[in-house]
C-alpha cells in the first residue's frame, strides 16, 4: 500500500493526513501563523519555516 503524493512531497501528504485525521481547527497552515513558529536553526540554517502547526 503506497502513500499518495501532492505536490508537496512528502511534507504536503503529512499535512494532509494531519488535517484528516484531527480536523483543520487543530492544523494551520497560514503563512501568518507559521512565522510566529518559526525555528532558529543558526549555524546550521537561517531560518526555517515549518510547514504546519498543530494544537493540542
Given at each position: 500500500?503506497g502513500?499518495?503524493?501532492?505536490?508537496?512531497?512528502?511534507?504536503?501528504?503529512?499535512?494532509?493526513?494531519?488535517?484528516?485525521?484531527?480536523?483543520?481547527?487543530?492544523?494551520?497552515?497560514?503563512?501568518?501563523?507559521?512565522?510566529r513558529?518559526?525555528?532558529?536553526?543558526?549555524?546550521?540554517?537561517?531560518?526555517?519555516?515549518?510547514?504546519?502547526?498543530v494544537f493540542?
Amino acid at each position: 500500500m503506497g502513500r499518495t503524493t501532492t505536490t508537496g512531497g512528502c511534507v504536503g501528504s503529512l499535512v494532509e493526513e494531519l488535517v484528516g485525521a484531527l480536523g483543520a481547527g487543530k492544523v494551520s497552515t497560514e503563512t501568518a501563523l507559521l512565522a510566529r513558529y518559526a525555528v532558529d536553526q543558526a549555524p546550521v540554517l537561517d531560518f526555517q519555516l515549518p510547514e504546519a502547526v498543530v494544537f493540542a
